[in-house]
């Protein structure tokens, strides 16, 4: 069975400082993978996905994550948060066929300080 | 493109009545689409899995009986919550699957319907 593990709860970083959410996945074979996020109230907006190709890869709102196979990780980061991205951010794997379900990690709370 | 809503936003009813919400596919059709619940501060527990034309899957525990879906056709999926109850109050959220995505797994997810019961 697929997992998603986000292991920090809740960060808090300085608007302009660097940002890193981490997201390890359980698959048996290459998954798809995706990072979310929500704001209070909110449904998910989608800030990028992994299919296949350049490990790395870009979003929306300046964010990228990379695909790490042999560390089964697939981290979000991005170089200076602003305010505005304090939010709920979840990562998500599924399968690569078919209408199989994606599994949610239990997201990250995203405080930004002045 | 690729925009799901939800009517309504949110809801509050009184113990024991039925509530239906509804997910829409607005420019793009959606052979299956999804059902989860979110409860405050967690994360999102996948409910159902509705596909068009045939019966919904559901997710291990949760009662097919009390949460009906109905996806009559490739735009509009329904989740009716009957005889609600105060613990039934949750965040409802859906999400659709555009069916020329091949073999892309990619969910776009509607905006949400709060549900409060009284």
């Known amino acids: 069975a697929q997992s998603v593990t986000q292991p920090d709860i809740h960060i808090t970083v300085s608007e302009g400082a660097s940002l890193e959410l981490r997201c390890n996945y359980s698959y048996g074979a290459t998954p798809y993978l995706f990072w979310y996020v929500q704001s209070p109230g909110q449904g998910l907006q989608l800030l990028l996905k992994?299919?296949?190709?350049?490990?790395l890869v870009q979003g929306i709102k300046g964010f990228e994550a990379e695909f790490k196979r042999s560390q089964s990780s697939f981290n979000l980061r991005k170089p200076s948060v602003h305010w505005s991205d304090a939010a709920e951010y979840f990562c998500a794997v599924g399968a690569n066929f078919g209408n199989e379900k994606l599994t949610f990690g239990t997201g990250t709370r995203l405080t930004i300080i002045p | 493109g690729a925009v799901v809503s939800q009517h309504p936003s949110r809801v509050i009813c009184k113990s024991g009545t039925s509530v239906k919400i509804e997910c829409r596919s607005l420019d793009f059709q959606a052979t299956t689409m999804f059902w989860y619940r979110q409860f405050p501060k967690q994360s999102l527990m996948l409910m159902a899995t509705?596909?068009?034309?045939?019966?919904?899957?559901?997710e291990q525990g949760v009662e097919k009986d009390k949460f009906l879906i109905n996806h009559a056709s490739l735009t509009l999926s329904t989740l009716t919550v009957t005889s609600a109850h105060p613990e039934d109050s949750s965040f409802y959220i859906c999400s659709a699957r555009d069916r020329t995505s091949g073999g892309a797994n990619e969910q776009f997810f509607g905006p949400g319907t709060r549900l409060t019961v009284l």
């Open positions: 509705s596909n068009e034309g045939s019966k919904a899957t559901y």
């Open positions: 992994y299919f296949s190709g350049d490990t």
